[in-house]
C-alpha cells in the first residue's frame, strides 16, 4: 500500500495544483507536496516558511 505522502502528491499532481512560484506541488489547502522520492530537506525548510508567514498572517 502507498504511504500518505505519495498519495497526496499523486492526487496534487491529478488535480494540477502546480505552483509555479514555488515550484511544487499543492494540496487542497495550499500546503506544499513534495514527490516523495524527492523529498529533501529544502523541501522540509520552505514548508516550514510557508507555515511561518501563515502564522505571521493570521495574527
Do not use: V
Not at 505522502?5 to 487542497?28: H, V
Amino acid at each position: 500500500m502507498k504511504d500518505r505522502s505519495y498519495l497526496a502528491w499523486k492526487e496534487a499532481k491529478r488535480a494540477n495544483r502546480w505552483d509555479p512560484d514555488r515550484e511544487r506541488y499543492l494540496d487542497p489547502k495550499g500546503n506544499i507536496i513534495a514527490e516523495p522520492s524527492k523529498l529533501i530537506g529544502e523541501t522540509l525548510i520552505e514548508s516550514l516558511n510557508q507555515e511561518d508567514e501563515q502564522r505571521e498572517r493570521c495574527g
